[in-house]
């Protein structure tokens, strides 16, 4: 943009990036003073199973953002559901917010309830208590309690802090366990509670705002 003369301080068209500025006092692009980047915002929301977490899809099967009401900011997932999980997860119009959420090393648990086809027991399920390698992927520690069974059917609870992609379908199916339905609970200090499919809630200010000064962003 300073290469196509679109960037000013004070009037004088900048002819080069090397330019130390203090606030952004006097600084216009085309002509426009630049505005100061809003506040960090975050939202939850109930994705439904068969929508992806995309913008558009060339198939043309519904996505997360396709779903969202309108008047809300540009945002993006922190992390992704798959197309087939449901429940929990969070949008936010800031990159800096993102990526600290998803960093493993925040430590921030992701809890999941999941009901799963196969012979589940706990002494199984104990087996990834620390940890598995799988086809050249190394999965952290992960907590499961089978929480019920029927015949072949389980409901598992799994909480976990990294987040690999398809990492809980991946580390069952490892143990011999097919997913049939996973269901985030909660991500952080953030729950799915009663909120309803497709439904968004924002996160009060406050609270985003603690967040933010925890993580260091």
């Given at each position: ?66 779903l969202l009401p309108r008047g809300l900011p540009r945002l993006v997932t922190v992390g992704r559901l798959d197309f087939t ?133």
């Amino acid at each position: 943009m300073i290469a196509e003369g679109r960037v000013a301080l004070n009037g004088a068209v900048l002819d080069t990036p090397a330019t130390i500025v203090g606030n952004l006092s006097g600084i216009t692009v085309d002509g426009r003073p630049v505005a100061a980047p809003e506040a960090a915002r975050l939202f939850r929301m109930h994705k439904p199973a068969g929508v992806l977490t995309t913008h558009v899809d060339p198939a043309r099967r519904p996505t997360l953002f396709g779903l969202l009401p309108r008047g809300l900011p540009r945002l993006v997932t922190v992390g992704r559901l798959d197309f087939t999980s449901e429940g929990l997860i969070l949008l936010t119009n800031d990159g800096a917010l993102k990526r600290a959420l998803e960093l493993p090393s925040t430590g921030l648990e992701r809890r999941y309830r999941v009901r799963a086809y196969g012979p589940a027991t706990q002494e199984l399920l104990d087996q990834i208590a620390g940890g598995a390698e799988i086809e050249g992927v190394r999965y952290g520690p992960i907590r499961a309690f089978l929480e019920s069974k029927r015949g072949d059917n389980a409901w598992i609870e799994v909480i976990l802090t990294e987040g690999k992609n398809r990492e809980v379908r991946r580390v069952l199916e490892w143990l011999g366990l097919a997913v049939n339905r996973l269901i985030r609970l909660s991500y952080g200090p953030f729950a799915l509670g009663d909120l309803e499919r497709g439904a968004v809630a924002e996160v009060e200010p406050a609270e985003v705002e603690a967040l933010a000064r925890q993580l260091g962003v």
